[in-house]
């Protein structure tokens, strides 16, 4: 069993839509959770970080934890085309390395 | 305020032979993380290098080796390169220490292939 599961995806959804990714992963010692999201040929970048569980918000992004399921998640509202990108979860604790999952391919149609 | 940097952006180099990657933390970062992305295999851990010794080892061949200067940058060396070896190389930055600790920051990758 990998330490974080991801669903590769595909997934495709119309402009507008909330998008819902999500995350599991094993090791109980995570707690810092993080998003990113990677455009075609460039570095993945920070979307979204959090310490252990509860709810984050940034503009049209909400990251969630729950510590006690072992699962995160990243809703997008009202998706645009432009937010078309790999999103990859990741996570780690103090002085642990980071574990990424294996990124989700988001498409939004116009 | 600078980026993570990464140089080459771009590599071709022949099976057998040795590369170097370079890294440029963002300034203040000490902690320095590398990986490698495929489309098969997706992000997998390197190494990571704080204050100049490597703190987390991942899963990969003594062929990958690195070090961590005093200024924090990095370089990530593979030798008798092999055609599974094609793949984005990316470093992370971090701060190192702390409750932001693994806030990383990404370069853009140097993007290796082999023929």
């Known amino acids: 069993q990998k330490e974080v599961e991801q669903d590769p995806g595909p997934l495709s959804v119309p402009e507008g839509a909330i998008v819902s990714l999500n995350c599991t992963y094993s090791?109980?010692?995570?707690?810092?959770f993080m998003w990113y999201r990677q455009y075609s040929r460039k570095g993945p970048e920070l979307l979204m970080y959090?310490?252990?569980?509860g709810n984050k918000e940034d503009g049209r992004f909400t990251a969630q934890v729950d510590k006690s399921s072992k699962y995160i998640s990243l809703f997008i509202r009202d998706s645009q085309p432009s937010d078309s990108a790999t999103y990859l979860c990741?996570?780690?604790?103090?002085?642990?390395?980071?574990?990424f999952g294996a990124g989700t391919r988001l498409f939004v149609k116009a | 305020k600078a980026g993570v940097t990464q140089t080459p952006r771009y590599l071709i180099k022949t099976r057998g032979q040795q590369v170097t990657l370079s890294c440029s933390p963002i300034?203040?970062?000490?902690?320095v993380s590398w990986y490698q992305q495929t489309p098969g295999q997706g992000l997998q851990f390197l190494f990571e290098?704080?204050?100049?010794?490597?703190?987390n080892k991942g899963n990969f061949p003594g062929r990958f080796s690195g070090r961590q200067f005093s200024n924090s940058r990095s370089e990530m060396n593979v030798s008798t390169l092999e055609l599974g070896d094609s793949a984005l190389y990316l470093c992370?930055?971090?701060?190192?220490?702390?409750?932001?600790?693994?806030?990383?920051?990404f370069g853009q990758g140097t993007r290796l292939t082999v023929v």
């Open positions: 992370a930055s971090s701060l190192g220490r702390g409750d932001r600790d693994t806030e990383a920051f």
């Open positions: 090791n109980s010692a995570f707690q810092y």
């Open positions: 959090t310490y252990s569980s």
């Open positions: 990741a996570m780690s604790a103090y002085a642990l390395k980071t574990i």
């Open positions: 300034s203040g970062h000490r902690s």
């Open positions: 290098y704080f204050s100049e010794t490597q703190r």
